[in-house]
């Protein structure tokens, strides 16, 4: 079951949430949190999946809340939603662009829509509820989605994929930055000039009479022309590099001059005063290719492989140590139990001579069992190549749990995580066997 925080005082969004929550029961429990301490204090305890900040809130400081979110990357896990009393606030807020607020509503939007909210998240938690969770990156993983004209699935596919990529290690602060920015960009191409049949001519027109591009899509995504008509996103996230296709239903467009009439696309971009988003995602991305009616879009990411883990600021005051290839961190037997916080590298772990598993910086920790159990190593750990350690001491750690509770909770769902990997293990090779002896 995901825990739903709701950070407000106002009954019509308590309201909203709780009614949804009713018909989605065994899925989500809800907790409403009047005072901003106390929703702080509930982040750090329970880390909750979904956070519903409410900036129409007075008594509450939702700038101090997400700021908190911010500061410790182990409560990146899930997403916020974030509502605000009018769509100035919601525009504001929008162009900064936070990686960890997956959609912005208005009180009035947010009444409509949270019912339909959740059963998307739900429908794909996997891109959202996986912080710390995630198995080792492997092989190939393909999959797409299929959203309808509404600026609102829009950002959340968008903040699916994202936070996806970032939490499971596959792509830095920067590659978060330039794939959010470059499907937010095609998308609501896909979405205006695409689907809505929106003219490059008919939006200057529009915005130069002080319209509101989103009150023009509106207009045209209610006509039966429209209304059907489908986005297409098909990804495939690999080890190496990750792939992204968008496909509208539209008419397409000549791309090709478009690219070759920007002959100087940096003045072009400072110039106008929209269209910028084709040359600014082909600045981000790499290999954007069109197909020649102009209505799919494709390019591709490259995967950092075992990425640095970004280290929350209470360990930073501990050693961080260099490891070369082959080096030893600990050995089988050893009286020692300390705590390792992987920043960088791989570790192979053997027990008794033989290799067991390779833990990256998606494990987080190497040495939790001598940790809790107070006991002899029970394994040898040895550097693959060069990497990073910070090695804090168990008393050390204790007195940041007793400070930080949620570093204690992490550690235990992530300990939970690895036997539910094992056990599905055991079981793959349980059937394997049987199949044998048949």
């Known amino acids: 079951m995901k825990k739903i925080l709701v950070a407000s005082t106002s009954k019509d969004v308590c309201k909203a949430v709780y ?4 018909k989605y029961q065994e899925n989500f429990d809800s907790v409403i949190c009047t005072d901003t301490d106390e929703a ?40 916020i939603i974030a509502v605000v009393p009018n769509p100035k606030m919601a525009q504001e807020i929008e162009e900064k662009k936070d990686p960890n607020i997956i959609i912005v509503q208005t009180v009035y939007t947010f009444k409509e829509n949270f019912e339909r909210l959740l059963r998307i998240l739900w429908t794909n938690q996997k891109f959202l509820f996986n912080r710390g969770m995630q198995d080792q990156v492997g092989g190939q993983e393909k999959g797409g989605f299929v959203c309808g004209n509404d600026p609102m699935d829009i950002r959340l ?18 590659g978060r930055y330039c794939l959010q920015t470059t499907l937010m960009e095609l998308l609501t191409n896909a979405l205006e000039h695409g689907n809505c049949g929106i003219g490059y001519e008919e939006k200057t027109a529009w915005l130069e009479k002080g319209g509101n ?8 995504r209610n006509t039966p022309e429209v209304e059907n008509k489908k986005i297409y996103i098909n990804y495939t996230i690999g080890k190496e590099k990750s792939t992204f296709t968008i496909r509208d239903e539209g008419e397409g467009f000549d791309w090709r001059s478009r690219m070759e009439n920007a002959a100087d696309p940096a003045a072009a971009f400072l110039e106008e005063t929209h269209g910028r988003g084709m040359i600014l995602s082909n600045s981000l991305v790499s290999n954007m290719r069109y197909n020649d009616k102009g209505n799919e879009v494709s390019f591709d990411l490259e995967n950092i492989m075992d990425m640095s883990n970004n280290v929350p600021g209470i360990m930073v ?35 008794n001579g ?20 107070n006991d002899r190593r029970s394994a040898t750990i040895m550097s693959a190549g060069e990497g990073k ?17 949620h570093y204690g909770i992490f550690l235990s769902k992530l300990l939970a995580q690895r036997v539910i990997r094992q056990n599905r293990r055991t079981l793959e090779l349980s059937d394997e066997i049987k199949k044998l002896q048949a």
């Open 389 to 405: 350690l910070i090695r804090i001491p168990k008393t050390s750690f204790v007195n940041l749990i007793r400070k930080n509770p």
């Open 354 to 373: 033989k290799l067991i598993t390779v833990l990256t910086p998606a494990d987080m920790f190497i040495g939790e069992m001598a940790f809790l159990l």
């Open 19 to 22: 009614d949804a929550c009713e």
């Open 317 to 351: 005051p501990f050693a961080t140590i260099t490891y070369q290839k082959h080096q030893i961190v600990c050995r089988q037997n050893e009286k020692s139990n300390d705590l390792y916080f992987i920043v960088s590298g791989r570790y192979g772990v053997y027990a």
């Open 213 to 220: 591009i989103l009150d023009l899509i509106n207009k045209k």
């Open 157 to 174: 596919y968008t903040s699916f994929l994202v936070n996806y990529l970032y939490c499971t290690n596959r792509i830095s602060d920067d």
């Open 40 to 79: 702080i204090s509930y982040i750090d305890y329970e880390l909750p999946e979904i956070k519903v900040l409410d900036y129409s809130c007075e008594a509450i400081d939702c700038h101090r809340i997400l700021m908190t979110i911010n500061a410790d990357p182990w409560l990146h896990n899930g997403g």
